[in-house]
């Protein structure tokens, strides 16, 4: 749907019209499963919500996946060509959630058509593919929206008014890091994320991504950097139709393992303050630590997608050396009442998932530019090139 032709068509009357807007997917895996189940919930937690979404088309390669997406989550229809998704007259959002290195094809075509898109972090495999998805959404006028999903945490969010209203003074220091076992387990099959033609690059994509991104919407731009980055399992077993969370044998054929398994960087920020940023698919003990520390001269946070329902807070006026508080989520902050009363009873993953896509939705019906969209994107992308040019020059980049 371009931003020139009217919003969907709206159903209902008066006061509660919503617009209709159909739904088709590509990539019924992990993300794509779970975008299908938040739009399946979303009337049972949203009632207030401006749209009606409905799951018109998915598709896949994978037959077994085809037929689920129709028997059990209810797709009018599920396809293995995802060129019909792009091309179906019902369809005016396109969610794209396949492998990386298939994004920009994806978003070529689906531009092409007029539909507006959401897709999955990181957008593309690689800097350029993200530049060039962005350059065509731009030039076709569709709505844009990216799977940082993190974003909307609640207390991510009250995280960000405590920066921005000045409660933790002036910020000095930043610390990020996305430290995943998914790949420690040298068993781990040779999915694709591990291969540069499929992936794009390892883990300065797949979760230094997540981090960054988080840190310019609490901090603002980052201007420069140095990194690093290693391999620290060079192959893995390869078994035909093996997933992200599969394990392999001892006996299984190997292959090499073509891109990075860890990126570190330091980095000086456009506001002043100086940071830190580690990505980690194979390290040993942090099962999910998506994590980020901020102190300032008046004070400090620091949350952990461990602890998704905790953000613990440090202010210099409590009196000094009293240490930091733990402030638990509960329904004063947004959303959180939606999908559970009360405090402390907390909220997860896909909950999350659940609220990116409620707002996107809400942007589209209401026919306005959405945050975070290709252009967030962008910004990271800007910040992981001068990493890897830092990687080669081995010296301080410019973003
Ligand atoms: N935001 C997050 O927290 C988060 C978490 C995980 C993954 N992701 C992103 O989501 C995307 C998908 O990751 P995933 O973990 O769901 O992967 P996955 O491997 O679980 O799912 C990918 C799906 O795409 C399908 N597919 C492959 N080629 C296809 C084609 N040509 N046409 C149609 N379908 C095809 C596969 O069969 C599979 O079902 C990636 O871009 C990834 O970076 C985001």
Redesign the pocket.
């Known amino acids: 749907m371009t931003s020139s032709m009217p919003a969907a068509e709206a159903v209902g009357g008066g006061r509660s019209a919503r617009t209709r807007i159909g739904v088709g997917l590509?990539?019924?895996?992990?993300?794509?499963q779970a975008h299908s189940r938040s739009v399946a919930r979303m009337p049972t937690l949203f009632a207030d919500r401006v749209f009606d979404a409905e799951l018109v088309i998915c598709?896949?390669?994978?037959p077994a996946?085809i037929d689920e997406a129709v028997s059990d989550f209810g797709y009018a229809e599920a396809v293995?060509d995802?060129r019909r998704v792009v091309e179906h007259p019902s369809v005016d959002v396109v969610f794209i959630?396949?492998?990386?290195m298939?994004?920009l094809e994806l978003i070529e075509a689906a531009a092409a058509a007029g539909k507006d898109i959401f897709?999955?972090?990181?957008v593309g495999g690689t800097p350029e593919q993200t530049r060039r998805a962005a350059a065509l959404a731009r030039d076709a006028g569709v709505i844009t929206g990216v799977?940082?999903?993190?974003r909307w945490a609640p207390l991510v969010r009250y995280a960000r008014q405590l920066i921005a209203d000045g409660t933790l003074g002036e910020i000095t220091n930043y610390r990020g890091r996305f430290f995943s076992m998914y790949g420690s387990d040298p068993l781990n099959p040779l999915?694709?994320r591990y291969l540069l033609d499929q992936a794009g690059h390892g883990v300065s994509?797949?979760l230094l991504s997540?981090s960054v991104d988080l840190a310019h919407m609490l901090l603002g731009p980052i201007t420069r950097v140095v990194g690093t980055t290693h391999t620290f399992i060079p192959e893995r077993p390869v078994i035909p139709g093996g997933?992200?969370y599969a394990r392999g044998s001892a006996d299984d054929p190997r292959a090499p393992v073509t891109n990075e398994d860890y990126a570190g960087m330091l980095c000086e920020f456009a506001g002043g303050a100086r940071g830190t940023f580690e990505a980690s698919r194979t390290i040993v003990g942090p099962e999910s630590q998506m994590a980020f520390e901020v102190y300032g001269t008046k004070g400090a946070l620091s949350w952990n997608l461990e602890r998704l329902n905790e953000l613990q807070v440090y202010l210099v006026e409590d009196a000094l050396h009293t240490g930091y508080r733990t402030v638990f989520g509960g329904d004063r902050f947004p959303y959180h009442g939606s999908f559970v009363p009360g405090s402390a009873n907390g909220i997860g993953?896909e909950d999350l998932?659940v609220i990116e896509d409620l707002e996107f939705l809400r942007s589209v019906a209401e026919r306005r530019p959405h945050s975070p969209s290709f252009d967030d994107a962008l910004a990271f992308v800007d910040v992981q090139a001068a990493l890897l040019r830092s990687v080669e020059s081995r010296s301080w980049e410019d973003v």
Do not use: M
């Not at 590509?26 to 794509?32: A, N, Q, T, Y």
């Not at 959630?97 to 990386?100: D, G, K, L, R, V």
């Not at 897709?119 to 990181?122: G, N, V, Y």
């Open positions: 590509i990539g019924f895996g992990w993300l794509g598709a896949d390669t994978v996946r293995a995802w959630t396949a492998p990386n298939l994004h897709c999955e972090k990181p799977g940082y999903n993190y999915s694709w994509t797949d997540h997933t992200h993953f998932v």
